[in-house]
């Protein structure tokens, strides 16, 4: 599923009248026929498609994260997969006021790098890391990563957020990261390690322990990685559910 094959950001055309512009063959904005819908949502589809062919030619990508529906997000990976940037944080608990981000780890076009507190984990630094991401990929970002780095550091994430944990439910797919993890086949290097253990490694290392804050850095890169490993299945799966069929009428 690509941004092209959609017409559901239009004012008025919702997941049946898009079926039935699929089903009738038109499944890419180069096809579309306006006798297949009204007149006046028609003009609407045309002057979306005609202002929308110039924001994907210059990369808008936060362009098109207004014009989706929020449960839809997941039709822009295809477009702007190598520059959606797969995050996670570690914290010392879950109050945003109280608690402290301890690791930050990012997973953007193949490379990986953590910012680590009391290290280089600072407000510039995220908003190095965040300045060339076309949108963000998280799993429960959305009421946990995401509002956490904005009350901690003072930042402002208004990225198009690609939050897995809506998608995954779609999907029948429930539970936290690792449990969805394990039922679509992704294999951790350290799957006894859990989010409470995170909480442990960072107060072993302030207690200098060897080895706890390198334990804690690897977990929480093997979650932004495969964070990748997951939408890549999310979207393949939402594609033959949501598109496939009707495309192939």
Not at 12 to 35: I, K, N, P, Q, Y
Not at 158 to 180: A, E, F, N, R
Request: aromatic share 10%; with cysteine; proline share 3%.
């Amino acid at each position: 599923m690509r941004i092209e094959n959609s017409f559901i950001p239009v004012r008025g055309v919702g997941e049946t009248t898009e079926r039935r512009l699929w089903e009738a063959g038109v499944t890419h904005w180069d096809e579309f026929d306006g006798s297949v819908v009204g007149e006046t949502t028609a003009d609407r589809i045309q002057s979306f498609i005609d202002t929308a062919r110039d924001r994907l030619a210059d990369g808008d990508a936060r362009y098109f994260g207004e014009q989706f529906p929020s449960g839809e997000r997941w039709r822009m990976y295809e477009n702007f997969r190598s520059d959606a940037c797969f995050f996670d944080i570690e914290t010392t608990g879950l109050s945003q006021h109280r608690d402290k981000v301890t690791t930050v780890s990012f997973h953007q076009d193949g490379e990986t790098t953590t910012l680590v507190r009391g290290d280089d984990l600072t407000a510039d630094a995220l908003r190095a890391q965040f300045s060339d991401a076309a949108m963000l990929v998280t799993f429960n970002g959305k009421r946990f990563d995401v509002p956490f780095l904005e009350t901690s550091f003072d930042l402002s994430l208004d990225h198009p957020h690609l939050d897995l944990m809506y998608p995954c439910k779609q999907l029948g797919l429930t539970g936290g990261l690792k449990v969805i993890e394990q039922e679509i086949g992704v294999e951790r290097d350290r799957p006894d390690i859990s989010g409470e253990d995170a909480v442990r490694l960072w107060k072993e290392h302030q207690r200098g322990r060897d080895g706890a804050l390198e334990r804690l850095i690897s977990y929480n890169r093997e979650d932004a990685v495969n964070l990748r490993t997951l939408t890549d299945t999310v979207a393949d799966r939402l594609h033959d559910d949501v598109f496939a069929p009707a495309a192939e009428r």
